[in-house]
C-alpha cells in the first residue's frame, strides 16, 4: 500500500477507537494501547478520517540515520472543529514496493 495510504488507514482506525488493532500490528510504535487511548480521549474530541485535501497539509521530513524511512507530521480533523490542532508524528518505513508506518507522538502542536 501506498505511504498516503498507510497513513489514511491508521487514521481511520484511530477514529474508530481501534486502539487494540494499531498496538497488535505494530502501528502504535512506542506507544501502547492505552496511551493511545489516553492521548485521544484527553484531547476531549472526536476524530473523522483525513479529508482529501488533508494530505497538502502533510510535513514529511526525510531521516538521515534510516535510509528508507521518513517522519511525517499529520494535522488530525475532528467533528466539532474540524482541522484541530492535533498533530499525529509518524515514521514510515519503505519495504519494498510498501510502507509500514508507526506513531511516534499524538499531541497537539
Not at 492521548?39 to 488533508?54: C, F, H, I, N, S
Not at 494535522?75 to 508507526?102: C, F, H, M, N
Request: glycine share 8%.
Amino acid at each position: 500500500m501506498k505511504l498516503m495510504g498507510q497513513v489514511r488507514r491508521l487514521i481511520e482506525d484511530l477514529a474508530a477507537g481501534r486502539y487494540a488493532e494499531i498496538a497488535a500490528d505494530g502501528r502504535a510504535g512506542r506507544l501502547t494501547e492505552e496511551e493511545l487511548r489516553t492521548a485521544v480521549e484527553q484531547y476531549g474530541r472526536t476524530l473523522v478520517p483525513l479529508p482529501v485535501d488533508g494530505e497538502m497539509l502533510v510535513d514529511v521530513y526525510a531521516q538521515t540515520s534510516q535510509p528508507g524511512a521518513v517522519t511525517l507530521d499529520v494535522p488530525l480533523w475532528t467533528r466539532e472543529e474540524g482541522r484541530s490542532d492535533l498533530t499525529l508524528s509518524v515514521t514510515a518505513i519503505k519495504q519494498g514496493e510498501a510502507y509500514t508506518v508507526e506513531v511516534d507522538d499524538l499531541h497537539v502542536l
